[in-house]
């Protein structure tokens, strides 16, 4: 089978299109991986045929505050450069895996008359239960209802894509569409490619759908000179570990929250691991002997066992590899779906939910020290990461594809 394998984003959204793509390749597949520049040096080391995409800002999309104008015209390009590239490139396959980040791939699809899959990070098809997973308000709201929620969603996303999408389809003699937020989950399969022990479902979706687990890229190569040194920061005594990082993201007040952190951390004699991700985060704290930088790529299976709880920004890969690990963890979230992870971590009990980057005091201090000693979320995450660690979403999306069940 030729497939034509097409994501964006940063590492959550892109590093589990790499292993899968690896794998189907194992698989006897012809695999052609379209993803950001800013990855391709670690897909040219792993040996894909790959392509990048020519509309390639994603470290602008990651700042912490977006107006709706630089959203809009982020989308449009990103749309234009979608049909300009992917057309040909599909006409050479014989499926479509894209996420649904990927505004045209189901009109793309279409055209070609070609099967696709619609990938999705969290429940990205409308619902009357669950709330749009990209808004801040991810639990039942008396005014602000799941379905009202989708209608401003809906209504945002046609503005943003509707005209430009259709602007394409009539060049290449399709219809128009009237709703794209209806159009794509209709015209694909929408396989869930996050965990259903940590992600919710709504079983009254009128779509075609399947739910295959998370798909964690464990063998990436990685600097074993850091990550040694992390084994002996772990290991030179039995002290608790804070594991801290943002990931690709970036806040205004990253330094300031590290800077407290690590103040709370010394008070109570806990280590501090900081994950420094895009941003550099923790770079302005002074080193310190209970202070320790990971500043490569290291896999968070390596990383997070040997922690004591986590604290992130609550992207669906560290909030997966977090709740792997069987870890409590707190989420700071900052951007989309990060506080739809954080309320289902809150509500497994897996952690005390999302924490505010502005609070201060005696209020930060408390819920990191909950974090850390409360035995409710420790025996809540270990079973959270028992679950987890039986799910194997890297078969379960191979079998989905290759089973040809995608329209």
Same mark, same amino acid.
């Given at each position: 089978?030729?497939?034509?394998?097409?994501?964006?984003?940063?590492?959550?959204?892109?590093?589990?299109?790499?292993?899968?793509?690896?794998?189907?390749?194992?698989?006897?597949?012809?695999?052609? +991986?379209?993803?950001?520049?800013?990855?391709?040096?670690?897909?040219?080391?792993?040996?894909?045929?790959?392509?990048?995409?020519?509309?390639?800002?994603?470290?602008? =999309? =990651?700042?912490?505050? +977006?107006?709706?104008?630089?959203?809009?015209?982020?989308?449009?390009?990103?749309?234009?450069?979608?049909?300009?590239?992917?057309?040909?490139? +599909?006409?050479?396959?014989?499926?479509?895996?894209?996420?649904?980040?990927?505004?045209?791939?189901?009109?793309?699809?279409?055209?070609?008359?070609?099967?696709?899959?619609?990938?999705? #990070?969290?429940?990205?098809?409308?619902?009357?239960?669950?709330?749009?997973?990209?808004?801040?308000?991810?639990?039942?709201?008396?005014?602000?209802?799941?379905?009202?929620?989708? %209608?401003?969603?809906?209504?945002?996303?046609?503005?943003?894509?509707?005209?430009?999408?259709?602007?394409?389809?009539? %060049?290449?003699? =399709? /219809? /128009?569409?009237?709703?794209?937020?209806?159009?794509?989950?209709?015209?694909?399969?929408?396989?869930?490619?996050?965990?259903?022990? +940590?992600?919710?479902?709504?079983?009254?979706?009128?779509?075609?759908?399947?739910?295959?687990?998370?798909?964690?890229?464990?063998? =990436?190569?990685?600097?074993?000179?850091?990550?040694?040194?992390?084994?002996?920061?772990?290991?030179?005594?039995?002290?608790?570990?804070?594991?801290?990082?943002?990931?690709?993201?970036?806040?205004?007040?990253?330094?300031?929250?590290?800077?407290?952190?690590?103040?709370?951390?010394?008070?109570?004699? #806990?280590?501090?691991?900081?994950?420094? !991700?895009?941003? !550099?985060?923790?770079?302005?704290?002074?080193?310190?002997?209970?202070?320790?930088?990971?500043?490569?790529?290291?896999?968070?299976?390596?990383?997070?066992?040997?922690?004591?709880?986590?604290?992130?920004?609550?992207?669906?890969?560290?909030?997966?590899?977090?709740?792997?690990?069987?870890? /409590?963890?707190?989420?700071?979230?900052?951007?989309?779906?990060?506080? #739809?992870?954080?309320?289902?971590?809150?509500?497994?009990? %897996? !952690?005390?939910?999302?924490?505010?980057?502005?609070?201060?005091?005696? !209020?930060?201090?408390?819920?990191?020290?909950?974090?850390?000693?409360?035995?409710?979320?420790?025996?809540?995450?270990?079973?959270?990461?028992?679950?987890?660690?039986?799910?194997?979403?890297?078969?379960?999306?191979?079998?989905?594809?290759?089973?040809?069940?995608?329209?």
């Amino acid at each position: 089978m030729r497939i034509l394998l097409v994501t964006r984003g940063s590492q959550g959204d892109v590093y589990p299109y790499m292993r899968l793509a690896k794998e189907l390749k194992a698989r006897s597949h012809a695999v052609t +991986l379209n993803l950001p520049k800013v990855f391709e040096n670690q897909a040219k080391a792993s040996g894909l045929k790959y392509t990048v995409q020519g509309q390639d800002d994603i470290s602008g =999309m =990651m700042e912490y505050e +977006l107006c709706t104008k630089d959203l809009l015209e982020w989308t449009r390009r990103v749309i234009d450069n979608q049909f300009m590239e992917l057309i040909p490139q +599909l006409r050479e396959h014989d499926i479509l895996v894209a996420s649904n980040t990927e505004f045209a791939a189901p009109s793309i699809a279409e055209y070609l008359k070609k099967p696709y899959l619609r990938t999705a #990070y969290g429940p990205f098809i409308p619902s009357r239960v669950i709330p749009p997973p990209v808004f801040p308000w991810p639990v039942p709201h008396p005014v602000f209802r799941p379905a009202l929620l989708w %209608a401003i969603l809906n209504s945002s996303l046609n503005m943003m894509t509707k005209k430009l999408l259709n602007t394409h389809r009539a %060049a290449l003699g =399709m /219809p /128009p569409i009237r709703d794209q937020a209806k159009h794509a989950p209709e015209k694909s399969f929408n396989y869930l490619m996050y965990s259903p022990s +940590l992600g919710s479902v709504d079983p009254e979706w009128p779509y075609k759908w399947a739910i295959g687990g998370y798909i964690f890229d464990d063998d =990436m190569p990685y600097n074993e000179n850091i990550y040694q040194n992390f084994i002996n920061f772990i290991e030179k005594d039995d002290r608790k570990v804070i594991f801290f990082t943002l990931g690709s993201c970036k806040s205004n007040n990253h330094e300031h929250f590290a800077k407290k952190l690590f103040n709370v951390c010394r008070k109570h004699g #806990y280590k501090l691991v900081i994950g420094s !991700g895009w941003s !550099g985060l923790g770079f302005t704290l002074p080193r310190h002997e209970d202070l320790f930088f990971v500043d490569s790529v290291i896999p968070h299976k390596l990383i997070f066992p040997r922690c004591t709880a986590i604290i992130h920004h609550g992207g669906v890969g560290t909030t997966h590899s977090a709740a792997r690990s069987g870890k /409590p963890q707190m989420i700071q979230p900052l951007f989309l779906d990060q506080w #739809y992870w954080a309320e289902r971590v809150r509500e497994l009990g %897996a !952690g005390p939910g999302k924490i505010d980057m502005k609070k201060s005091g005696a !209020g930060f201090e408390n819920k990191v020290l909950d974090l850390v000693n409360n035995g409710n979320y420790a025996w809540n995450a270990a079973a959270l990461g028992e679950k987890i660690r039986g799910e194997n979403g890297l078969e379960n999306a191979c079998r989905q594809i290759e089973s040809g069940a995608c329209q």
